[in-house]
């Protein structure tokens, strides 16, 4: 396939379709990349370099499913003309993963992690709570994280599939552990201002060696502390609307209700928390109207399920420590941090090139 795009241009096929490998391995090598595509290594990586430097697209490190951490869904009610001064200020403090501002009942909806639920009790109610601007707030302490974070695009078939995939063994029932040691959390840190960094790089960035980069992510990946996704504008991509969805599932529903919708196309975020409303779904469409559908598909494989909500995302401000500016580009790096003391400052640096 030949490039047929400028730096400048938007999201293509080809770009769809190298997003959609790079959703499956985020740090699958370009070698790989090309051969699953039928493009060159040299074509893949400058594909991936204009999507990377106009802030289209990027790759960040996650927690991995056995690192356990205590998360809530925060909502705001922005005092009136406060609105994107509040979503600042709460993109801003490390242990606020991901803003949005969505139109509703709340103004602002944020996803909160913290190492336990010590240190999640007091953010939520001494420092977030406390911002400037706000009127009023709304916790939800999350139970559990349903969807994954490689999502599919449909763009590769199985084979492309096969040649990309370099999945290992996962960590099977190992206990989750709430702690990385200091050196751990400066590489997840470092991850997450970009995912697909060079190992000499983090080696160089961290003062350590790149053997010692190398074991140290491959021994946090193997024991599921450590996990990373893709990012990119889906506006461009043709996804435009996010919506917000609230259920109210039957608990001997909740279960099976969340690993079904968590494994949906559609679906970014679903997270079973407690409330009312005890099931959390944020779903990416390409129209506003096919929300219609979403919730034909929710009536149907589950009667009993009640939307008690449903509201659309105006504008992401902050998606997994990313900033992102009015077009979605993103333009600067918060890392997320956990563990942060709630006494730091912000810590906003510029989008690596």
Request: charged share 25%; glycine share 8%.
């Amino acid at each position: 396939m030949a490039e047929n795009r400028s730096r400048k241009s938007g999201v293509d096929e080809l770009d769809v379709t190298l997003l959609d490998a790079l959703h499956m391995n985020p740090r699958v090598s370009f070698e790989r990349l090309g051969a699953a595509l039928d493009i060159s290594a040299v074509t893949a990586a400058r594909r991936w370099q204009r999507l990377s430097d106009s802030g289209r697209a990027w790759v960040s490190a996650v927690p991995g499913a056995r690192l356990a951490l205590s998360a809530a869904v925060f909502e705001v009610e922005a005092e009136p003309g406060r609105l994107l001064e509040v979503g600042q200020a709460l993109a801003d403090i490390p242990q606020v993963g991901s803003v949005y501002f969505t139109a509703g009942e709340f103004d602002v909806l944020a996803l909160v992690f913290a190492a336990d639920m010590k240190s999640l009790t007091a953010l939520l109610l001494e420092r977030l709570a406390q911002l400037p601007g706000i009127a009023r707030t709304r916790a939800h302490i999350g139970l559990h994280w349903h969807s994954g974070v490689q999502w599919r695009l449909g763009a590769i078939d199985t084979t492309q599939r096969s040649v990309i995939d370099e999945s290992e063994p996962g960590a099977g029932r190992t206990a989750r552990d709430s702690s990385l040691d200091p050196a751990d959390r400066a590489l997840f840190l470092a991850l997450q201002r970009d995912g697909r960094a060079r190992y000499r790089d983090l080696a160089r960035d961290l003062g350590s060696t790149e053997g010692q980069v190398r074991r140290q992510l491959a021994a946090l990946t193997r024991r599921g502390m450590l996990n990373f996704r893709t990012d990119f504008t889906r506006s461009e991509g043709g996804w435009p609307a996010e919506l917000v969805l609230w259920l109210t599932v039957p608990h001997h529903e909740l279960q099976n209700a969340g690993a079904d919708i968590g494994l949906w196309p559609e679906t970014r975020i679903c997270v079973s928390i407690i409330g009312s409303a005890n099931l959390l779904v944020m779903a990416q469409v390409h129209r506003i109207a096919d929300l219609s559908e979403i919730l034909d598909r929710i009536h149907r494989t589950f009667p009993t399920v009640v939307v008690a909500d449903q509201r659309l995302v105006l504008r992401p401000c902050k998606s997994w420590g990313r900033m992102l500016d009015s077009d979605g580009h993103g333009h600067a790096v918060i890392p997320v941090d956990p563990w942060a003391p709630l006494t730091d400052r912000p810590r906003s640096e510029t989008a690596p090139d």
